[in-house]
């Protein structure tokens, strides 16, 4: 997560353009846990400047400053030792003008100083049960802030109502033969164990076809997020180049967004390794780090559209590949509380770290990269998460002068019917927006 640091770069890269009347601010934590050089009142220091920073911006404003939450799962915890001493130090700060303090700490902590799992997983994250005493502990002092109306739209929500959709698969026919029978099941998921992961919206593709189509995408992508963002749910944009790469165009735009901090912040985990049958043609994938790169024969058929070309073009004369752009698609907005997650396993660390269950994928391309990616449909399925394809918000790289030789967004549909059979299932973006499913323009 976000350090004092990164928060005095959002506040220097536009983030007070509002003129909110109150602000509720509190940090630290991230510095405890995530640099552990970082001495208290080298953080104190960080949180008297970013305090400056909103009084210097915002000279009408209130400041409610939180104490930093608990760290560790006992009081004698080297992070807990440090959270107290920046706490001590902090509580200073309340003495300036229009900054108020209040330390709410004791609220989460047993008569000996444990912070209790029903309260915090980890001893760092509240459960739903934190946060709802954390709502009401706030709930007095925000209306002696700010107007009671004020206060109460500023507590957190937890009655959030859940996401009801229906999805799309395909199961073999009971006579066993080639058929498949298409089912509609209603879906509800939790929206705080819910993530939208956006791959590959390039802002230019080497093929000029895949740019024309990504360009297409990019608002109705965005709309969605936005519903989705406001419902709760962690958008995670994933514009992925090839992290083991650092000096790659796309690190080098991204790195110091606090979004792209945020994911890199995230606790590795150990996951699972599936065993991999791949056909011939993918020898070159390292099956003992990256199984999840290669179609597996041992769940799925051959993919339905192969170009033997390995470029997918559809243009005429065909495109010349070069390297891809340095961001995503403008058209899709990055939130402060987004995050931005590189080509490898960052996207599935932060899931657990948030306790993400539930998978919306959307982006392109359908049968390279949204399958393949670390964060991609095939891992995220081998690592038991709910899976739901936007099939509607989706695009394939595929030239139809290759098998099976149909339309390249027939092609597309086929690839979509192949992931419904052997991975996920698929739901369109009109049960979240409302209106309509996208389509494509006719001469797209």
Known sequence: GSQTQHILWQLDHGLTEARPRGVILMAGVNNVLGSPAHRARDIAHGMHTLVAKLRERLPEC????????????????????????????LAKLGKIERVRF???????????????????????????????????????????????????????????????????????????????KTISTQQR???????????????????????RRTALLGPPIDRLANRLREQGVLIVHAPSCPTRQPDHPTNRFYQDYAQR?????????????????????????????????APNLRRESNCPIYDPTGTGCDCTPRCKPFHHDTRQVE??????????????????????????KNVLVAGVSLNVCMMGRPFGIRNLVYQDYKVALMRDLTDSLYDPRQPPHVDHHRGTEIMTEHIERFWCSSITSDQFTGGKPFSWPAAN
Not at 75 to 86: A, F
Not at 117 to 133: F, K, N, Q, V
Not at 277 to 291: E, G, K, M, V
């Open 62 to 89: 209130e400041i409610l400053l939180l104490a930093t939450f608990p760290a560790g799962r006992t009081s004698e915890s080297p992070e807990r030792r440090k959270v107290v001493e920046l706490n001590e130090l």
């Open 102 to 180: 209040l330390d709410l700490t004791s609220r989460f902590l047993t008569k000996d100083g444990s912070f209790p799992e029903d309260l915090s997983p980890d001893g760092i994250h509240l459960t739903a049960e934190g946060y709802r005493i954390w709502a009401e502990a706030l709930r007095p002092t925000l209306q002696a802030c700010w107007p009671v109306e004020e206060a109460q739209s500023a507590v957190p929500r937890l009655d959030r109502p859940p996401l009801r959709f229906a999805s799309r698969r395909r199961i073999e026919s009971d006579d066993g033969g080639d058929d498949w």
């Open 189 to 211: 998921w939790a929206p705080n164990q819910t993530a939208l992961v956006i791959c590959d919206m390039w802002r230019e593709h080497w093929c000029k076809g895949t740019a």
């Open 261 to 293: 901090q945020l994911a890199r912040a995230a606790p590795p985990v150990q996951l699972s390794l599936p065993r991999v049958q791949p056909p011939p043609r993918w020898d070159h994938i390292d099956l003992t780090t990256a199984p999840w790169g």
């Open 331 to 356: 058209s899709i907005a990055i939130a402060p509380e987004d995050a931005i997650v590189g080509d490898n396993l960052e996207a599935l660390y932060l899931f657990k770290q948030r306790g993400i």
